[in-house]
């Protein structure tokens, strides 16, 4: 049972208050498909104590003053059992969404956005795919890559999140 408390407004309060209230369904819900899927992933929690642990429990202090690099890993590496026919592993990197007026929106960082390109141009190749996925509540995944981000990006307008000023792009997934 997840005893952190539940905001309905989550991404307008405080940092302080979000990093010690994250809730990890998502991961768990990612986990949960990547086992029914016949894969298994190891969670890259740079950030985290441990693969349950959020990273507002980090184990490194100034994780925040990190170089952009090591900032920017993804949150899993998923991958084929060593005896399947499967050859597939790809890096994931796990996002929010939210149901409104119809449709399937998520709140993406401007810094997001340069970090993504950067990891996949750095540790991307023929055999090892980067993508973002959104574990939605009734227990769809919806995955895209970096190219069809920027494409939708191209669609929306930039904003700013009133708490913070962090510039972000909502953009429609579903």
């Not at 990890?24 to 969670?43: I, M, P, Q, T």
């Not at 399937?104 to 190749?125: A, G, H, M, P, V």
Request: a positive charge.
């Amino acid at each position: 049972m997840n005893d952190k408390k539940y905001y309905s407004d989550f991404n307008s309060q405080d940092y302080k208050t979000r990093v010690l209230n994250y809730r990890n369904d998502a991961e768990n819900r990612f986990r949960a498909y990547v086992a029914s899927s016949g894969y298994l992933c190891r969670a890259l929690h740079l950030n985290a104590v441990s693969d349950t642990e959020s990273y507002g429990e980090s184990i490194i202090k100034n994780f925040s003053k990190l170089p952009t690099l090591i900032k920017s890993f993804p949150d899993y590496f998923v991958y084929a059992p060593e005896n399947s026919e499967k050859q597939d592993q790809f890096f994931v990197e796990l996002k929010n969404a939210t149901w409104e007026h119809g449709k399937i929106t998520s709140k993406i960082k401007l810094r997001d956005i340069k970090r993504y390109c950067l990891f996949e141009q750095t540790f991307t190749n023929k055999w090892t795919r980067f993508t973002i996925c959104y574990p939605l509540r009734d227990g769809k995944m919806i995955f895209k890559s970096i190219d069809q981000i920027l494409k939708l990006i191209s669609k929306s307008e930039l904003k700013k999140f009133p708490n913070d000023g962090i510039e972000y792009f909502e953009i429609v997934i579903g």
